[in-house]
Each structure stands twice: as structure tokens, then as C-alpha cells.
């Protein structure tokens, strides 16, 4: 009987042992963290669970539509048992910060309707139509469908009164962990958690943003000097954010846009992998609902069983905060060669497990997708120096992110403080700057993963061209690197030197 988890320790850590150890490690981290006391981050909670869930669901038999609405008749219980874990966070002092508390508010307010059948929770009803039941059993089952909604409407609209009239007042004042009892400590178990198999503390990955943000700084230097710039790093930062020829007109030049460079993006695949993911995937707008506290894009994966593509999302809300130049940049991390690639592979493998399939390590996942900004500008992918500094700005993100999220919940540091590294030091736009650090404050330590990810992944790459020299192929690193599925950093790294170990007995 396994008593710990030490105690599934083997002499030679399979995959599938050091994937399990991570999944059982965090939810007992949570759980002595409690960190059941702030069930939202502005950017996820509980409450977003059921619509993200009513994107990917057909309905297209009775047990499936009996399935969904049982499932909505359950919300009220669901919402009152973390209502229940919020008044325990009032009592402890361990509550959101106000502006993570407000995006989660404004979103709740967005799943309100008056017509359940408009509600994004019906539209699983609407695959009945395509069903081989008979009219009369489709009606009464969108009855049914509907009244559960309902249901469901009733439950959002009690959280919401929750959140405004008892939990609001208890927000904390301070942004980070850092100000809460025992906040350092937690925060350190989700930098572990997100980062996981990097090994590095908070002090550790605070100085290694500060030493990317100098490094990306002297290269954009190079950009804007390509793009035949004279004045200051400031002014042209100041061009870049108000210019309108950087700005999309309208919500649908910016999706053409971003369709576009999605299509050139899928011919460049061949060149560098020699496995690719047999699932397709498009490019849809945010819902209006959430838009307006949203991140700038977001990868959301497909399900080839229920006949649903994956989705690049991009965010057509306020478009003068949308710069053209950053859209290359954050298609090649949504889409491919970043997520939509890596995460269906995953789902397409065969003969593991099928938690392996579905596995999310934070630093592998992200990792990759600021990779594939890296490997887009590689392939020549970026073709003026406004979206060459458009990729570097986006690098420049994740490395401040690095300086702000350890800035906020191990070093204390004020929202403006956290702010002051993305205005400085990148051209992303004011909106996408607030909006990010509300994102930073409501989720600790997932900010950290992305350049920790891309960093190790550079590393073994280089480690690989240097063991193999001219016999380095690109498309088989990728491929091993991919092939099984999402990992811990330690096991990944494990995966790639066994490549070079087998490569180096074969080629003596």
C-alpha cells in the first residue's frame, strides 16, 4: 500500500510515474494550502467551468441531453459548497484581491440571462437537431434543457449577490500573497507546482527576469533601429501603441487577419516537425460576455470524438488596445507551431495512459507555446521589424512576468510597481497591461512557467545540436520532444538525453 508519495519512487522514473506524482502533488498542495478559500483568479474559477464545458458538448442522444441537464441541476450545490469555502476564506483573512474579484463579477453578470435559451449553457441543445430522435422527444428534451438553464441562471445570479453584498468589503487591499499569513510559503508550493522539475525558488526565477528583460531589452534595440528608427526606445514605444496603421478597423479585419497568418503559419509545419496532429483547428472571436477582462488570445482544445475543432481565440474587444504587430507573435503561440500542435499531438497519442493524453504541466505547455513565437521568427515567419519587435515585445512580456509575479506574492510589491516593468519595457498596449496584472494578482505563480518552459527547452536543443553537430535535425528533435505528451521539466530533460544517449551509441 503507498503511504506517500516518495513511496512510488522507482530506480528508473517512467513518464507516466513522474506526470502521476505531479498530478497528486498539486490537489495535495491545494488542499494544505486550502486554497479552496479563493476558488476564482479573474482570469478561471468555478463559475466559468460550465460554459467553457457547454463549447465542446454535443448533444446528440437522449443520455447525453438527461447527462447535461443533470449535471446543471447540480450547479446550485456545486456554487453553494465554494460559497461555503469563501466564508472560510472571510474568517481566515485568505480572500481575492478586488480586481481579479471584479473580472470574475463581470463574468458571472455576462452568464445572467433572461432567455435560458440564449444562455451559452443551451447551446449543447442545439446538436438535438442533427439526432436521429424523434421531433416530439427533441422538444421536450429542449424543455427540459431549458428549465434546467434555468436552474443553473438562478444559481449564478445567488453567487453574484454573494460575491457583491458579503464578499467584496472582505477583498484584500495588498495584491500579492506576500501580505497574507503564510503567503510566502504557499506561493512558493505554486511556483513549484507550475514550474514543475525546474528547481528554482522565487528569489531564483525573480533574478533570472531581470537578467531576460536586459538581454531582450539590447535586442529590441536592434529591431527598432531596423525599422529605421532614430528617437528614443520611449517614442517609439509611443508610435507603436497609437499609430493607426497598426489597428484593425473592425473585429473582422482583425480575424482575417489573425486567419491569415494562421493559413501561412500551417505551411511552415513540414519544414519542422515530422508528426502532425491529424485534428484541425479555427479562429473565433472571445464571446462578447467575457471580452472586455480577457486576455488578448487563448488556445482552447478540440475533441475529436465529439466532432469539435480547435479554437484560436482572439479578442476583438476594444481594437485600438489590439496592436497588428504583437498578432503574428500571439497566433504562433495559440495556434501552431504552439498549442493547437502540441496539445492535439497529445491527445492523438495511443497505447498510455489517458491521463498522459490530457496531462497540462504548466512550464511544458507554456514553454512550448513561447517557443513557438521563438521558432515562428526561425522560419522567417515575421516579415517587417514592427512584428520582429512584436515577438520581442511578447518575449519582453514573459520575462517581466518572471520580475512582476515574484515581485507581487514573495517581494510585496504594489500593482504599480508590477506595471511599471510592462510600461518600461514592452509595447503592449495599456488595456493588455492592466488586464495581465489582474491576471498575475487573482492566479500566483502561473505566470512564472512560461519563460522557465521556453529556457529549458533552448537549453536541451542546444545540448542536442552541440552533441550531434551537423547530424542535428531539427524535425526529430521536435518530434521526441512532443512525442509523448506533456511532462515535468526533470522527466523531459530525462526524454532528450536518453535521444542524445541513443543517438551517441549509435554514432560512436
Known sequence: MVASLEDLDTPAPSPELEILKHLLSGPIDHYESDLARVPMSGDWGFFAEAPYTALSYRITTREKAEAWIARLDDLPRYFNEHIANMRRGIDTGWTQHGDPLATSMAQIRGTIVDDPRTSALFVPFVSLSASDLPLE??????????????????????????????????????PGLASLEGGQEVYARLVAWHTAGAGYSAEDIHALGLSEVARIRAEMDIAMADAGWEGSFEAFIEFLRTDPQ?????????????????????????????????????????????????????????????????????????????????????????????????????????????????????????????????????????????????????????????????????????????????????????????TEVTRYI?????????????????????????TMGEAFDIRAFHDVLLGAGAMPLDALERRIDAWIEDWTVENP
Open 137 to 174: 422527444e427533441i422538444a421536450a428534451l429542449e424543455s427540459d434543457g431549458a428549465a434546467a438553464v434555468q436552474t443553473a441562471i438562478d444559481a449564478y445570479s445567488t453567487v453574484l449577490a454573494f460575491l457583491e453584498t458579503e464578499y467584496a468589503p472582505t477583498a484584500r487591499e495588498n
Open 442 to 466: 487573482g492566479d500566483p505563480g502561473q505566470a512564472t512557467a512560461y519563460k522557465v518552459g521556453e529556457l529549458k527547452i533552448l537549453e536541451l536543443r542546444t545540448k542536442a545540436k552541440d
Open 246 to 434: 497598426f489597428y484593425a478597423q473592425t473585429p473582422e479585419e482583425l480575424l482575417e487577419k489573425a486567419s491569415e497568418m494562421s493559413k501561412r503559419l500551417d505551411a511552415i509545419l513540414p519544414r519542422y516537425f515530422g508528426l502532425l496532429p491529424r485534428l484541425p483547428y479555427g479562429v473565433e472571436a472571445v464571446p462578447a460576455s467575457i471580452a472586455p477582462g480577457y486576455t488578448t488570445g487563448r488556445y482552447l482544445s478540440g475533441d475529436a470524438d465529439e466532432g469539435v475543432a480547435g479554437r484560436y481565440w482572439v479578442n476583438t474587444y476594444a481594437l485600438d488596445q489590439r496592436p497588428l504587430y504583437e498578432l503574428p507573435a500571439l497566433s504562433a503561440h495559440e495556434a501552431v507551431p504552439g498549442h493547437h500542435l502540441q496539445i492535439a499531438l497529445a491527445q492523438e497519442l495511443e497505447d498510455i495512459p489517458r491521463f498522459r493524453t490530457t496531462y497540462f504541466a504548466t512550464a511544458f505547455v507554456e514553454g512550448w507555446g513561447l517557443y513557438a513565437e521563438k521558432l515562428a521568427g526561425e522560419a522567417g515567419f515575421y516579415r517587417t521589424p514592427y512584428e520582429r519587435f512584436g515577438q520581442l515585445s511578447y518575449e519582453m512580456w514573459r520575462a517581466c512576468r518572471l520580475v512582476v509575479d515574484t515581485g507581487l506574492h514573495h517581494y510585496g510589491w504594489t500593482r504599480e510597481q508590477a506595471e511599471t516593468c510592462f510600461k518600461e519595457n514592452t509595447a503592449l498596449a495599456p488595456l493588455n497591461i492592466e
